[in-house]
């Protein structure tokens, strides 16, 4: 009677184990996270979606709307600047956002980093090294 119910938990602890594996692979697989929303444009409203791809680089997508133009901002600035913090503690400038007259902006990129968060910021310079005060 011991050794059914020692099989039956036994059983139990790999399907929780299998359980557990499959669901950290598929959320390996894809992740998509909304940003936070900011005072500095209260009304926009998003998500970035990060994938793994073929050949083990991250698809960075962003989807983005109620993005006012940045020189709406106080202070105005030139233009938003979207920025990685790598699973190596390093941010980097992945690149830039326009913003558009129907308000709704999209960025994709590849980065053979991990990203660990991604946020954005107004600037002056698209080429900036290191993210100003203004998170979007």
Do not use: H
Request: with cysteine; proline share 3%.
């Amino acid at each position: 009677m011991k050794a059914l119910e020692l099989k039956a938990q036994t059983k139990n602890f790999f399907l929780g184990i299998l359980t557990t594996m499959m669901i950290f692979l598929f959320i390996a697989c894809s992740t998509k996270a909304l940003f936070l929303t900011s005072s500095v444009v209260p009304a926009a409203k998003g998500y970035v979606k990060v994938k793994k791809d073929n050949n083990n680089n991250y698809v960075i997508q962003i989807q983005i709307s109620n993005l006012a133009g940045v020189e709406r901002l106080q202070p105005a600035k030139q233009t938003y600047v979207v920025w990685m913090v790598t699973d190596q503690g390093i941010t980097k400038n992945i690149g830039r956002v326009n913003s558009s007259k129907n308000l709704k902006v999209s960025f994709e990129t590849v980065s053979s980093f991990r990203p660990i968060q991604i946020f954005i910021t107004a600037e002056d310079n698209e080429s900036a090294q290191y993210p100003g005060e203004q998170v979007v």
